[in-house]
């Protein structure tokens, strides 16, 4: 039971025990425990901030799954099933980790009929899963159970294959972005020579949103608006072929360490044209739409492209 703080806990404990002899259910004192901290199925629930996290014990015990099966580079049907049974535990606190299993499933159809000690080497992507696990659990991962509606952020991102990347959104209680709502960043150069195709730029404008100003969207619902149908449906289902599953499974893991539920839908290029204007640096367009965002106290490129690793340098 999770109570206010000045509840009565000796009342309410009384009828629950009432309870649960009124349906036949015997109750455990020495698994009872009462406070701001508790155990419950494995997990800790803290009633002081509302959220659930990994106990110490088991974020230690996935590492090493993790780590070691990396390291071993093969695996028998019987070790992939220990990971996976006990990573699939773990997605109450990580519901986007979910994602990161499908190859290791995918892995077990490949067994032959009895052959369970027989190892297989582990795919490639299937190691990408694991070291995105092995990097979420780095830090204790920890979840909101407040009892509400997550509040609703809207943001809409775009991609110039030539010229650069441009984003912004919009608060519950505004019409339009704000000056530092919204930014526009040109391309680097080394980006430029690799000629990335046009759906890994559009994931990496999604991936700058989210490092821009996924911190201070903790605990919240984003719905990001795209007009790329491919990248709006790799979003959508977690999953997509080719170079931009890199950069999803970057975004995933900022979702997940902001503890941000996220939507992705499809718009078409006229109802993303202040995003498109943005990614063109197209100050004319930008000054029509949305003229706050050209006043000197708005620098769009005051940041320029920003990396999971330069993030906290720069915020």
């Known amino acids: 039971m999770i109570l206010p703080p ?12 009432e309870l649960c002899c009124a349906v036949g259910l015997a ?16 997990f800790e629930l803290d009633t002081q901030t509302m959220t659930i996290r990994l106990p110490t014990k088991m974020v ?3 590492r090493h799954l993790g780590r070691n099966a990396i390291e071993q580079n093969s695996l028998s049907l019987v070790d992939i099933q220990r990971i996976t049974g006990y ?13 990161f299993l499908r190859r290791l499933y995918n892995m077990e159809l490949y067994f032959p009929p009895g052959g369970r000690n027989f190892k297989r080497r582990l795919s490639c992507e299937a190691k990408r899963d694991l070291s995105w696990w092995n990097q979420i659990l780095e830090n204790t991962p920890e979840r909101s159970i407040a009892i509400r509606v997550r ?9 110039a294959s030539s010229e650069g990347l441009g984003g912004f959104f919009t608060e519950p209680t505004q019409n339009a972005p704000q000056p530092q709502s919204a930014f526009s960043i040109p391309v680097p150069d080394y980006i430029l020579k690799a000629r ?19 911190r201070e969207w903790k605990g919240k619902l984003l719905v990001i608006h795209v007009d790329n149908q491919a990248v709006a449906y790799g979003l959508a289902n977690r999953t997509i072929r080719g170079a931009p599953m890199r950069i ?8 997940t360490e902001y503890d941000l539920d996220f939507e992705a839908r499809w718009v078409s290029t006229t109802e993303n044209a202040l995003a498109d204007a943005l990614s063109c640096a197209d100050y004319r367009r930008i000054a029509n739409m949305a003229s706050q965002l050209i ?3 708005c620098n769009l490129q005051r940041r320029g492209l920003l990396t999971y690793r330069s993030r906290d340098c720069q915020q």
């Open 6 to 17: 000045a509840a009565p806990v000796k009342v309410y404990t009384e009828a629950f025990s």
């Open 27 to 42: 109750i455990k004192t020495t698994k009872s425990e009462e406070g701001q901290l508790a155990s419950f199925a494995g």
């Open 60 to 62: 230690t015990k996935a």
């Open 87 to 99: 990573l699939n535990f773990l997605t109450t606190v990580v519901p986007l980790g979910c994602t």
């Open 151 to 159: 509040e609703v952020v809207q943001a809409w991102s775009d991609a």
């Open 196 to 214: 990335e195709h046009i759906n890994t730029l559009e994931m990496r404008a999604v991936e700058q949103v989210l490092l821009y100003w996924g």
């Open 248 to 255: 999803l499974r970057r975004c995933l893991l900022l979702a």
């Open 295 to 297: 006043s000197p106290t």
